[in-house]
């Protein structure tokens, strides 16, 4: 019984409902701010609008976004958004409000995405040397999948601003 008063309270306490005055009082840019910084999303702001619009308040939304934005500014650094991108994980949190989060997010992602095709076509051509070593398959035909692959590497590593442009295919390129 005792928790289950607890509980109540607690749910309570953590209500969203916004009264009158708190509508009217409530300054928006602050509430912006602490919102961000709690982890709340964007359309947070619907709500506060649906809530006050019972009492014809309107709440200055447009101090709230520039509370809110400015916030998730110093939040959401390019650092994070990296480590997002390069982690592989789907993020789907406020920091996307930020168009600079975003757009750093996105390229890592790119970026991310190209490491591991480069990891794939170094792993493959690794396979093909061992494979011309025990001749399973026709040298030819190694040989023509090992220049593809290299030059799709090259394309990758300058893409990617890795540095050794030179041809890694030392079959193709042997002095005769």
Known sequence: MKYLICASLILAGCSSSMTEQQ?????W???GITDAWSGKYLSY???YAEQCAEYGVQPD????????????HQQCSSAKAFELAASQQTYTGPCLADSEFRKTLNM???EAKQKLALHRIETRLKEIEI???????????????????????LDLKGTLQIAEPEPLNKFLFKKQ
């Open 23 to 27: 509508c009217a009082d409530t300054n």
């Open 29 to 31: 840019h602050t509430r």
């Open 45 to 47: 702001l619907d709500e």
């Open 61 to 72: 939304l447009k101090q709230w976004r520039q509370g809110y934005l400015s916030s998730l």
């Open 108 to 110: 890592g992602a790119a």
């Open 131 to 153: 494979a011309r070593g025990s001749s399973t398959k026709n040298s030819q035909d190694l040989s023509w999948e090992e220049y593809q692959l290299q030059q799709e590497l």
